[in-house]
């Protein structure tokens, strides 16, 4: 079945630095989405990424979908303390049944200390 | 406009015992998705509805079953509750059968 790796697990930043989250997949995607969830929060949705190559900015954050389409990162630059959370990542279904569904890679625990 | 919005928030049952938990989707959202996130863990699949008919099932024992109504909300029941099955259960909604999913806050189920 299609597995999802995504690391790292945990990482501790000072306000001010740089955070980067990678997400690989075993298979070929045929899009990717990147979702936060903060602490005792719900997961929301980031950013959906389709093309190969792809790169898109959010102020601060940069995602990427790599040429081949099996992997993906999250680049956060200068974190503040509101980018506390856990990031993400969610790949379609490869196929067959379940056609919505989407497999959530285990998540990067990011906190930033002021 | 109201979110995706999820009932009960938090619950307590003992091993045994049968939940159900109940789910209102973005309104003109017509698929409702529902995962179980164990704590430390992304969360895993468990249905999927679209317009009322199951589209999709995780991995999940037949002690788990959902359904989707008319107005488009969705029940998830377990029955024969045991411990591992102290979770967040999480309820998702999008307008079509995929794409961006929109969360509800969640209801914590606690099996003692």
């Known amino acids: 079945g299609q597995q999802v790796m995504q690391i790292p697990q945990y990482q501790h930043v000072q306000e001010g630095e740089d955070f980067t989250t990678y997400c690989n997949s075993s298979?070929?995607?045929?899009?990717i989405q990147w979702y936060k969830q903060r602490p005792g929060g719900h997961p929301v949705f980031l950013i959906q990424?389709?093309?190969?190559?792809e790169v898109k900015k959010q102020k601060r954050l940069t995602f990427q979908f790599g040429e081949a389409k099996k992997n993906s990162s999250l680049h956060i630059t200068a974190t503040q303390t509101t980018d506390v959370g856990t990031y993400f990542c969610?790949?379609?279904?490869?196929?067959?049944?379940?056609?919505?569904?989407?497999?959530f890679g285990q998540g990067t625990i990011l906190t930033v200390h002021p | 406009d109201a979110g995706v919005t999820q009932s009960p928030t938090h619950l307590i049952k003992t091993r045994g015992q049968h939940v159900t938990l109940r789910c209102s989707p973005i309104?003109?959202?017509?698929?409702v998705s529902w995962y179980q996130q164990v704590l430390g863990q992304g969360p895993q699949f468990i249905f999927q509805?679209?317009?009322?008919?199951?589209?999709g099932r995780g991995n999940f024992p037949d002690r788990f079953s959902a359904r989707q109504f008319p107005n488009y909300s969705s029940e998830l029941n377990v029955n024969a509750l045991l411990l591992g099955d102290s979770a967040l259960y999480l309820c998702?909604?999008?307008?079509?059968?995929?794409?961006?999913?929109?969360f509800g806050e969640g209801s914590r189920l606690t099996v003692l």
């Open positions: 509805y679209y317009e009322k008919e199951e589209r």
């Open positions: 298979t070929t995607l045929s899009n």
């Open positions: 309104s003109g959202h017509k698929s």
């Open positions: 998702a909604s999008s307008y079509g059968p995929t794409g961006e999913l929109f």
């Open positions: 969610a790949l379609p279904n490869a196929g067959g049944t379940s056609y919505g569904k989407l497999t």
């Open positions: 990424l389709v093309k190969s190559g």
